[in-house]
């Protein structure tokens, strides 16, 4: 669940996660400048053929993950077959599937530690507002700990709630999960203290 | 500054957790990811500045590729689909609530906290939401608008649920309400 990078090597994966991020965002940008649909068609055929020369298990995952938008490509379909706009609807369509196609292409072959750092390399102005940079990459880190205790204490919960009542767990476990985690928070900052702290 | 960095991080956490786990707030079939409910809880609780900058830091993880989207959607195409203007807007929504929650310092926390979330996570957010899916989609503004309405009421049961939880926290531990002090 932790990662949505692609755990075989590909090609991809071997080029610095700063190189595809700026290639994403300039072509992204000439997405937006595509106004036919038979170029956009293209295009779109081009992004997803990426996917399969990658490798089937590749390409398989990739697909799953531009599966995601049908319910907007429904409604796009719906929409300009109602209006007899087929040619702007193709455009918009398959610039959505290019655009999405493309980036998670980067995603899937790009290191969450390689990503980080690039997030925390950007963050680095902040340090004008008097925080430290390094403390963006202490809360990452916390934030990556902290999700599985949190789904944790969440699923023991709504067990306890289930166990007691013989009805499922309702939103009334929000309650004592807030709790309980702000409760976990005071005593991490009482340990971060301990160990030297966050410098100002 | 301890307490403050774990409270961020902690929050950022449960936005998450809210997004990865429905099925705990799930009423009655509706449309409900409880995530925007996330967003609303960091304004009321900790306030403007450290709310924003929690949802700025799930954002961040999450474009960076953990899924943590409802859905469990992540990664850069999230900037190319048509809920971006959501994504940019969270930020945005929880430093709203929390600025409106700061300036309702007169009213109960309750009040204050339904009225900051209906401000910042439903108005605030829904118009960065609709730009984005209007710019995506290609549809004018009202079009857009019209595809949102659906959510509307839920995202209302969730101001006042965050109203109730701010209370609920406010009364249990003090301290931790930084939108307070």
Known sequence: ?200 | MERSLVLVALFAALIAALGLIPKIMLASGAPITAQSLGIMLCGTILGAKRGGAAALLFIGLTLAGLPLLAGGRGGFGLLASPTVGFIIGFPIAAFVTGFVMERLSRLGVMPAGIIASLIGGVVVLYIPGIIGMAAILGKTLSESFLLMTPFFPGDVIKAVLAGVITQAIYRGRPHMVLSRH
């Open chain 1, 1 to 200: 669940m932790l990662s949505l990078t692609f755990p075989r090597q590909t090609l991809l994966h071997k080029i610095p996660a700063w190189s595809k991020l700026m290639a994403l965002c300039l072509a992204t940008s000439a997405l937006f400048l595509i106004n036919a649909p038979v170029l956009g068609t293209m295009v779109s055929v081009l992004v997803v053929s990426a996917y399969a020369v990658l490798g089937h298990d590749f390409f398989k995952r990739g697909i799953g993950l531009i599966w995601g938008l049908w319910p907007f490509i429904a409604i796009l379909v719906i929409w300009h077959v109602v209006r007899n706009d087929y040619p702007h609807g193709i455009i918009i369509v398959t610039r959505l599937i290019s655009a999405v196609g493309l980036a998670n292409l980067v995603t899937m072959t790009t290191r969450l530690d390689d990503m980080i750092d690039c997030l925390v390399y950007v963050c680095r102005p902040i340090a004008i507002f008097g925080i430290s940079p390094k403390s963006v990459g202490i809360a990452i880190a916390l934030v990556i700990r902290f999700i599985p205790i949190l789904i944790d204490r969440a699923q023991q919960l709504s067990l306890a709630y289930r166990a007691r009542s013989g009805k499922p767990a309702s939103w009334r476990i929000i309650f004592p999960l807030v709790f309980t985690v702000l409760d976990d928070a005071e005593r991490v900052s009482i340990a971060l203290r301990a160990r030297g702290g966050v410098q100002e």
